[in-house]
């Protein structure tokens, strides 16, 4: 029985993760994997946003990528309801709800992880079981949460 390609949301940590010296092993292994077809890719407006303000070569690897990933489209107010519940349960403040806006964006679009190196907000072990309890208690399935580090280990 064959099983289906992992959806990975990545965060924009990840685009620029190919360019830092700490994270730049990792970041390409993953990005290596996801072009072998070993998992799907996945993206979302924030992270377009987002990039918009990176340096010109993050900008130009995520445009490198679009063709390649798929970018979900959500009802807003769905992804809105569901990180102020982040807020509201204290995983993160007002001033950090872009963060738990990309949890939210990758936990109602079904995906299977999300991948971060954003270890203060997401890719946390105080706060990942945090976001599975609100995302159970608002009716979604939990969602695995981990560095790029953490996927690839073992993978080539």
Request: net charge negative; charged share 20%; proline share 4%.
């Amino acid at each position: 029985m064959r099983h289906p390609i992992p959806r990975i949301y990545i965060d924009t940590s990840v685009f620029g993760g190919v360019f830092d010296e700490l994270y730049e092993e990792e970041s390409k292994r993953f990005f290596r994997l996801a072009r072998a077809g070993k998992f799907q890719i996945v993206s979302s407006g924030l992270v377009t946003l987002e990039i918009a303000s990176a340096p010109e070569k993050v900008k130009i690897y995520f445009n490198n990528w679009l063709p390649s990933m798929e970018i979900v489209i959500i009802d807003d107010t769905e992804a809105q309801r569901l990180t102020r519940a982040y807020l509201d349960a204290g995983i993160l403040t007002e001033n950090w709800q872009n963060d738990a806006l990309h949890v939210a964006y990758a936990t109602i679009s079904q995906c299977h992880f999300i991948v971060s190196w954003n270890f203060r907000h997401i890719v946390n072990f105080r706060k990942m079981p945090r976001y599975n309890a609100v995302n159970v208690l608002e009716g979604y399935n939990p969602i695995a949460i981990h560095s790029p580090m953490e996927v690839v280990f073992g993978e080539e």
